[in-house]
């Protein structure tokens, strides 16, 4: 789960894309990074040296571990109330007919300790969305009893192999939500943004300033 199936994902929505019968307005870059559990290493590495300029880089989607437990009816958005981005995924997941909802650990830091934070640090919009808890057809503690049980016994160990039990119906749906979030954002006449207060508002603000000359 943690991270081939986030690998796997992001060569589906890089497939997607190349099937599209008219490209986006705005170029998608599909990047995979090394050494994230060694402090972001891989992204903080593309973050200063971009192929891309980042006053020029519209958004970042983050994928980690996807859903492989079945669909649910939320959508968790680490992080929820940072940027324009949640304004993009709770459109889109909606039109699912599901609903979004914030980080229930968020005294663990979660947007601060995967690689969209190298982005984030650098000014670009970043989102890092998670998997939903409402299991559809579960018991409601279902969610959590299997975040609970990987953590203790696959997280980071080499037992975290593909399971016979695995349901990717809900990782699918997931994945289209990301999906539909990059290609509007691709489309949309203006960037999206920091909401007001927020902590790399200022960055992104002097990055964009300094960019267009004024």
Partial sequence: MDNASGTGGLLEIAR???KLPAPPKRSILFLAVTAEEQGLLGSEHYTVNPIYPLAKTAANINMDGLNVHGRTRDLTIVGYGASDL???VRDAA???G???RSDAEPEKGHYYRSDHF???KQGVPALNPDE???FIGRPADFGR???EEYTQHDYHKPSDVVKPDWDLSGAREDLKVFF???YRVAEADTLPGWKPGNEFKARRDAQLKAASGH
Avoid: K, L
């Fill in 16 to 18: 997607a894309f190349a």
């Fill in 86 to 88: 949640d304004d993009y």
């Fill in 118 to 120: 190298s982005f984030a």
């Fill in 94 to 96: 909606g039109e699912q």
């Fill in 180 to 182: 539909a979030v990059g």
């Fill in 132 to 134: 939903g808890i409402d």
């Fill in 145 to 147: 009893r299997v975040r």
């Fill in 98 to 100: 599901r609903t979004i």
